[in-house]
């Protein structure tokens, strides 16, 4: 049994489904909606994550700056491990922060914040000019 629409060929047998996607209709908006989204959740992270000098903040974003668009950005540094999590191993105390929109796990968080929005972007780039 086949079944066609618009730009998938779907064919269905009893053991599994298969789907073929056309996926060049929609050309380099693909790269261009990854950039949108690594970028958007860098600069919405900022907040989130710990501050007393900014060190790492600033490292943050200049390890990451090489990766957008890549879809592999890195919420925090090797130093910043026990920060992102809140937990300090080597007192076995949870860090207080003093800015009070400092979160644990900022990177998953943030994400977790904006994630409408953020769909909302990436089907905005990728269904433009349909």
Known sequence: ????????DFEYTNK????????SRFGGRF????????????????PFIPRKTGHLRNMINATNYS????????ASMAY??????GFNPLTG????????????YWGQYTIKTYKPELI??????LLRGK
């Open 31 to 46: 790269r261009e909606a990854q950039r949108w989204l690594d970028t958007e959740v860098l600069k919405k992270m900022q």
């Open 16 to 23: 599994y489904v298969r789907c073929e996607v056309k996926f």
């Open 80 to 85: 910043g491990d026990k920060l992102y999590c």
């Open 67 to 74: 990766n957008i668009g890549t879809g592999k950005i890195r």
């Open 120 to 125: 909302r972007g990436v089907r905005r780039i």
């Open 93 to 104: 105390r949870y860090y207080r922060w003093t800015n009070p929109l400092t979160q644990p």
């Open 1 to 8: 049994m086949k079944f066609f629409t618009n730009f998938e």
